[in-house]
C-alpha cells in the first residue's frame, strides 16, 4: 500500500469534518437568534417599569392600580341572602362605563399560622397523646402545602390609564369608588401596596396558575 494514501486519508477526513463544523455552527445561528426574540418578547410581555406604594408603572406609559377583594364564606348565608349580594352587586357593576380587569389568582394556603399556633399548643402541654396528635396534625398539613394541593383563590381587580401629571389621584378616586361598590353588597375591598403588587405579578405571570376574565 501507498505509504501517502493513509495520509490522504486523514487530511480528507479534517476537510470533511471542518466542513460539517462549518454546516452546524451555521444551522445553529437561526435557533440563538429564535432564543434572543423569545427572551425579548418574555421582558416585553412583563413590562414592568416600576412599583412605587400603590401604582405600578409600565413600560408602554401606563399606571395601573389593584383591588384585593376580601373572601366571605357564601356558606354562612341563606339562598335568599346570596340572590341579595347578587342583585346589589350586579346593579353596582353594570353601572361603570370604564374598562376594567378581572382577575382569579390561584396560590398555596399560608399554613404557617396555623403550625405556629400547633407548636405552641405542642410545647405547653405535657399530655402525650395531645402531644402526638398535635404532632401529626403539624406533619399531615406541612405534607399538604408542600405537595401544593392545598390552594386559595384570591380575587383581585385592575384598573389602569394612561400615565400623566397628577394622574395618582384621579386612579385612586376611581378605586375607591369601587370599592364602595363592593362594600354595598358587604364585601369590603383593599388597595393593594407595594409588596403585594410584586406578588401578584409574580403569580400572574406564572401561566399555569392565573385566570383572566375582562
Given at each position: 500500500?501507498?505509504?501517502?494514501?493513509?495520509?490522504?486519508?486523514?487530511?480528507?477526513?479534517?476537510?470533511?469534518?471542518?466542513i460539517a463544523?462549518?454546516?452546524?455552527?451555521?444551522?445553529?445561528?437561526?435557533?440563538?437568534?429564535?432564543?434572543?426574540q423569545?427572551?425579548?418578547?418574555?421582558?416585553?410581555?412583563?413590562?414592568?417599569?416600576?412599583?412605587?406604594?400603590r401604582?405600578l408603572?409600565?413600560?408602554?406609559?401606563?399606571?395601573?392600580?389593584?383591588?384585593?377583594?376580601?373572601?366571605?364564606?357564601i356558606?354562612?348565608?341563606?339562598?335568599n341572602?346570596?340572590?341579595?349580594?347578587c342583585?346589589?352587586?350586579?346593579?353596582?357593576?353594570?353601572?361603570?362605563?370604564?374598562?376594567?380587569?378581572?382577575?382569579?389568582?390561584?396560590?398555596?394556603v399560608?399554613?404557617?399560622?396555623?403550625?405556629?399556633e400547633?407548636?405552641?399548643?405542642?410545647?405547653?402541654?405535657?399530655?402525650?397523646k395531645?402531644?402526638e396528635?398535635?404532632?401529626?396534625?403539624?406533619?399531615?398539613?406541612?405534607?399538604?402545602?408542600?405537595?401544593g394541593?392545598?390552594?386559595?383563590?384570591?380575587?383581585?381587580?385592575?384598573?389602569?390609564?394612561?400615565?400623566?401629571?397628577?394622574i395618582?389621584?384621579?386612579?385612586?378616586?376611581?378605586?375607591?369608588?369601587?370599592?364602595?361598590?363592593?362594600?354595598?353588597?358587604?364585601?369590603?375591598?383593599?388597595?393593594?401596596?407595594?409588596?403585594?403588587?410584586?406578588?401578584?405579578?409574580?403569580?400572574?405571570?406564572?401561566?399555569a396558575?392565573?385566570?383572566?376574565?375582562?
Open positions: 500500500m501507498n505509504p501517502i494514501f493513509p495520509i490522504i486519508m486523514i487530511i480528507l477526513c479534517a476537510i470533511a469534518g471542518a463544523f462549518y454546516f452546524m455552527k451555521r444551522n445553529n445561528q437561526p435557533a440563538k437568534t429564535q432564543f434572543s423569545q427572551q425579548i418578547t418574555a421582558n416585553e410581555f412583563v413590562n414592568v417599569k416600576d412599583i412605587n406604594g401604582f408603572y409600565t413600560r408602554d406609559g401606563h399606571i395601573i392600580v389593584y383591588l384585593k377583594i376580601n373572601p366571605i364564606s356558606d354562612l348565608f341563606s339562598d341572602e346570596k340572590e341579595q349580594i342583585r346589589v352587586l350586579t346593579a353596582e357593576i353594570s353601572s361603570i362605563r370604564k374598562p376594567f380587569k378581572f382577575l382569579a389568582v390561584s396560590r398555596p399560608d399554613i404557617t399560622p396555623l403550625v405556629n400547633y407548636t405552641e399548643l405542642l410545647s405547653k402541654t405535657n399530655n402525650q395531645q402531644k396528635l398535635l404532632r401529626n396534625e403539624i406533619m399531615v398539613i406541612s405534607n399538604y402545602a408542600m405537595s394541593e392545598v390552594i386559595e383563590r384570591q380575587f383581585y381587580i385592575m384598573l389602569w390609564n394612561k400615565y400623566r401629571e397628577g395618582e389621584n384621579d386612579l385612586l378616586k376611581e378605586c375607591r369608588e369601587f370599592v364602595q361598590k363592593f362594600e354595598s353588597a358587604n364585601i369590603s375591598c383593599d388597595i393593594i401596596k407595594e409588596q403585594e403588587i410584586v406578588r401578584l405579578c409574580n403569580l400572574v405571570n406564572n401561566s396558575y392565573v385566570i383572566y376574565d375582562e
